[in-house]
């Protein structure tokens, strides 16, 4: 219950202030994350599930990759009036490089739920809001990253700590 609170409390913090990078976002649009952990949080056993009958991080990689290509080949296909998406070579370069440490980070979640615990993985994959405060800081320059900032991510990760001790 400590960690759990912990965690909400960070995630709290997180959005109290609801302009990021000179952008205002509704109150409504803070169910978005806590809906896609929910998801996330369901899709790990899941897909642990699938490593027991498959024990192969390659082929879930595959799978998962070729239904969210299809998934969004099919949304694309049907979406009616929208403007056509035009990337630079820099845009295609970052597009790529975003792919390819995406597609190593999934591969290598999948491996160690393959190899360990669900109740042991998920947690420890949850830490990522240390490596995205500091990449922010490095590589987005109009970010602020204030106290509130830095609190909410150490209580979050402070959570997970928790958690994982727990166990």
């Known amino acids: 219950a400590i960690g759990i609170a912990a965690i909400l409390l960070g995630v709290a913090a997180l959005t109290l202030d609801r302009r990021w990078l000179d952008r205002s976002w509704p109150w409504w649009a803070a169910l978005l994350p806590l ?19 498959w024990p192969s991080a390659f ?15 099919a949304s694309a296909l049907l979406r009616r009036g929208g403007a056509r998406l035009r990337l630079g070579s820099a845009g295609a370069g970052w597009f790529a490089a975003v792919g390819l440490a995406n597609v190593t980070g999934v591969l290598l979640l999948y491996t160690a739920l393959a190899r360990g615990s669900v109740t042991l993985v998920s947690p420890l994959v949850a ?16 970010a602020r990253i204030d106290v509130r900032v830095a609190l909410g991510v150490t209580l979050t990760v402070a959570g997970v700590a928790v958690l994982i001790a727990s166990r």
């Not at 369901?42 to 490593?51: A, H, S």
């Not at 990522?128 to 500091?134: E, F, Q, S």
């Open 59 to 73: 082929a879930a990689v595959l799978i998962g990759y070729s239904v969210s290509t299809l998934v969004l080949a």
């Open 35 to 53: 809906a896609a952990a929910a998801i996330r949080g369901l899709i790990q056993p899941v897909t642990k599930l699938g490593l027991a009958y």
């Open 127 to 142: 830490t990522y809001p240390l490596a995205t405060l500091v990449l922010t800081a490095l590589l987005l320059r109009p």
